[in-house]
Nanobody
């Protein structure tokens, strides 16, 4: 199967930056799209950013110009660079892979990590 782990969260002041990392492990031959979601207390989970297999990126409107999703040099790693953080960015951030193809040929759908907490506070 596929294991997804996020890291890089923490406490940052408004206007600060963080880079989140997402690493997938398992007998993965290829992946399709990777996505970052976030969920703040009392709010619904929302899509933050997405990168597909062609490296086309999309962002939620409130993150455009502040957040950047990218693939790492290491295979099966994706980053989320977050700049100019705002109080409203405080949330648990999740990474997910919509489709991973294992070396056996088996597809694995919707692999999620446990999340990493981002807290923006003065």
């Amino acid at each position: 199967q596929v294991q997804v782990v996020e890291s890089g969260g923490g406490l940052v002041q408004p206007g600060g930056s963080l880079r989140l990392s997402c690493a997938a492990s398992g007998n993965i031959a290829s992946t399709n799209a990777w996505e970052w979601y976030r969920q703040a207390p009392g709010r619904q989970r929302e899509l933050v950013a997405r990168i597909n297999s062609h490296d086309t990126t999309t962002y939620a409107d409130s993150m455009k110009g502040r957040f950047t999703i990218s693939r790492g040099d290491t295979k099966n790693t994706v980053y989320l660079q977050m700049n100019d953080l705002e109080l409203e960015d405080t949330a648990l951030y999740y990474c997910t892979i919509d489709i991973a193809i294992l070396t056996s040929g088996q597809p694995v759908f919707d692999s999620w990590g446990p999340g990493t907490q981002v807290t923006v506070s003065s």
